[in-house]
């Protein structure tokens, strides 16, 4: 026997021991301690004979506890039809004032409402982000002594109302009066929220009009008349003419958008008729696309009719007369001094690109639809008959919603995805 189970066995037995006598000195018959005792006794020293023991036992894996919800999500739910617009959205919030009147678990809530804005499509609104500031409890985070304005007084709180802010400010919502006045109330004017919200106020009055091309903030839901905004916004020349070549059929049965029949919408100057009057019908033009561009938070993709630079010895020079050139002098006859360290060469990269003759948007990128195109343009446009057309078409990534963070199916490969440049009569035997 070791000297281990020897200890374990001489504790055992006092137990037993101890148990013994203390029932005899409370009274209780001899017969019935001693069968209580004896068990008593085999028992700890069977336990404590046995080698399993003295060999810990292995620790059971630690399970993974249920993810349960998140702070307060039961007020974001309590809608009776399950809508989610502004008028659920401040209900929820007035819900909690009401049933949390000491505001406990505030900045949990402000975190979760301001991630449930784009949900209920409050996240422009400047009144719901006033009502979010008035959670916090007034005047209790105000710093009152000077170590409380050197180190930050109540951080967490402080980094909450920020974040109000830079999500305001990440969405456009320009703060007022009242956004002001429940800052100073809640954090006092030396604070961190209230330094965020005086430089909100500098830089968003010196930069809201900056924008020569504003983009509204509420876009056309129509795709025709989006695309009518979207190449408005491209072409620089305000006499260009915006033509809709094909208006998107529905289909009878389920009222969805027949794919057979998109909507095509294109755009073209008087100097860009002029220009493919002008082009030599020897030289094909190109049908290229898709291209993407961003109107605000939506993605829409439209496609260039374009020909190829002509050779340095097949351009016409243009002679400007001196009196006419109000850009570049012919001379300049200045005389300054010049020294060894001045450069006479400049590192210009200058990217030539052939002529632009019209833009579209459609609402299929396959040939066949843009043949359509080139079809309505050639009313307005009689010499394109006489020109081959030849279609450059990429795949397109698919159009990406930032709103929701989803991306869409992309739109059906072209059939035809790239033609030779060494048959363009028959890309022109097709068109017609």
């Not at 028992?43 to 919800?69: F, G, I, M, Q, Y």
């Not at 009196?323 to 300049?332: A, D, G, R, T």
């Not at 066949?368 to 309505?376: D, E, N, S």
């Not at 990406?400 to 048959?423: H, I």
Request: proline share 9%.
């Amino acid at each position: 026997m070791s000297w281990a189970q020897a200890i374990l066995l001489a504790r055992g037995l006092s137990r037993g021991w101890g148990g013994i006598c203390g029932a005899a000195l409370t009274g209780t018959p001899f017969s019935q301690v001693l069968p209580q005792g004896l068990k008593g006794l085999h028992c700890s020293s069977a336990a404590h004979n046995s080698d399993s023991s003295l060999v810990p036992r292995p620790t059971e894996p630690l399970r993974k506890p249920a993810k349960a919800l998140e702070p307060h999500e039961e007020l974001f739910r309590q809608a009776p039809d399950g809508a989610r617009d502004k008028a659920s959205f401040v209900r929820a919030v007035q819900n909690f004032g009401q049933h949390n009147v000491h505001k406990r678990g505030h900045v949990d809530f402000i975190y979760l409402a301001l991630r449930k804005m784009r949900e209920y499509g409050v996240e422009r609104d400047l009144a719901v982000y006033n009502l979010l500031l008035d959670i916090f409890p007034k005047e209790v985070f105000r710093a009152r002594t000077v170590f409380q304005k050197i180190f930050i007084h109540y951080p967490r709180q402080q980094e909450c109302g920020i974040a109000v802010l830079e999500q305001m400010e990440n969405h456009g919502v320009m703060p007022n009066k009242e956004t002001e006045f429940l800052l100073i109330q809640i954090f006092g004017r030396k604070s961190y929220p209230m330094l965020k919200f005086v430089r909100m106020k500098l830089w968003f009055s010196r930069f809201k009009n900056v924008n020569p091309f504003p983009v509204p903030q509420d876009l056309p839901q129509d795709p025709v008349d989006l695309a009518r905004l979207g190449l408005r916004h491209m072409e620089p020349d305000l006499s260009a003419r915006v033509t809709v070549y094909q208006m998107p059929s529905l289909n009878d049965s389920t009222g969805t958008v027949d794919p057979t029949e998109p909507h095509i919408v294109g755009i073209q100057s008087p100097d860009q008729q002029a220009a493919l009057a002008r082009h030599n019908p020897a030289r094909p033009i190109f049908v290229e696309g898709p291209f993407s561009l961003w109107l605000r938070n939506k993605c829409v993709y439209y496609h260039i009719l374009r020909a190829d630079l002509l050779p340095p010895e097949a351009r016409e020079v243009e002679e400007i007369p001196e009196e006419w050139n109000l850009y570049y002098p012919m001379q300049l006859d200045l005389d300054y001094g010049r020294s060894g360290w001045d450069d006479y060469e400049f590192d210009i990269n200058e990217v030539e690109e052939g002529p632009v003759f019209a833009m579209c948007m459609a609402g299929a990128h396959d040939q066949a639809t843009l043949a359509k195109w080139i079809q309505g343009l050639q009313e307005t446009n009689p010499a394109l008959a006489q020109i081959p057309v030849v279609f450059r078409l990429a795949a397109s990534t698919g159009e990406l919603l930032a709103s929701s963070g989803l991306e869409e199916p992309s739109p059906p490969p072209p059939e035809g995805q790239e033609e030779e440049e060494d048959d363009p009569q028959q890309q022109q035997r097709g068109q017609r």
